[in-house]
């Protein structure tokens, strides 16, 4: 696949969100020429539902017009790009293993953007505590398998750096970010590895939220 440096291709996508975060931080490891723009879908005059209907960030224009969602439709888009070792394997049985790493980070992160999001409404517009017991029962739950499946291997899959860390990482980050009070490192020593050694790459430092976003 070329890519045209004159039109690099453009990620929409705004700091605080984690699922942007994870295609930048694709985007970054398969150091792939882009043009990264600061726009929610719902902001005034935004661009976003142009290309994407469904006015959600991340959204991915490519460099003849054509756009990409969601996220995990993104990054495997990305990993067919650039440079360095494939992030999704693509021996099938291992392939699915990687995507559903994903799938479980992916919905830890959904959890806690649903928990932080409420929080900032209004109290009378708030959801009520046995809907919050059940957001947080999918990131304890969540979490919970991801430290067995980990266990005390270095890596989430394969023995090799893969979208599975890239997706436990980047919910993890959030997690840190939108939900502080959750202290998951104590209860979860693999995952706090992980953690520490992903914060590392210049993939994770250079895209991490940050606290007045
Ligand atoms: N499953 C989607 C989730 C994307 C998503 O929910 N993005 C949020 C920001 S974190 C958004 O754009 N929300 C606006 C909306 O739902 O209208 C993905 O992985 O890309």
């Known amino acids: 696949m070329t890519i045209h440096r004159e039109n690099p291709m453009k990620l929409f996508g705004t700091p605080g969100s984690p699922f942007a975060r994870k295609a930048r931080i694709v985007l970054e490891e398969k150091r792939i020429p882009h043009e990264y723009i600061v726009e929610r879908g719902s902001a005034p005059g935004s661009r976003v539902p142009q290309f994407n209907p469904l006015g959600k960030i991340p959204t991915l224009v490519l460099d003849d ?3 990409l969602y969601d996220s995990p439709v993104i990054v495997e888009y990305l990993d067919s790009l650039g440079t ?14 990687v995507k559903r790493w994903e799938a479980l980070a992916d919905g830890i992160a959904e959890a806690t953007v649903a928990i932080n999001h409420d929080r900032r409404e209004p109290k009378e517009k708030q959801h009520a505590p046995d809907w919050h017991e059940r957001q947080r029962l999918k990131i304890d739950r969540g979490l919970a398998v991801m430290e067995k499946d980990l266990g005390k291997e270095a890596f989430c899959f394969g023995g090799r750096f893969t979208l599975a860390d890239i997706a436990t990482g980047y919910a993890l980050g959030y997690l840190d970010f939108a ?7 104590k209860s979860h020593p693999a995952l706090a590895r992980l953690a520490e050694r992903l914060a590392a790459r210049t993939s994770f430092s250079g895209t991490a939220h940050a606290k007045n976003q």
Do not use: V
């Not at 360095?84 to 293993?97: C, V």
């Open 65 to 67: 017009g054509r756009a």
């Open 179 to 185: 939900l502080p009070e959750i202290e998951w490192r």
């Open 84 to 97: 360095g070792p494939r992030l999704i394997p693509e021996k099938f049985d291992e392939r699915i293993e």
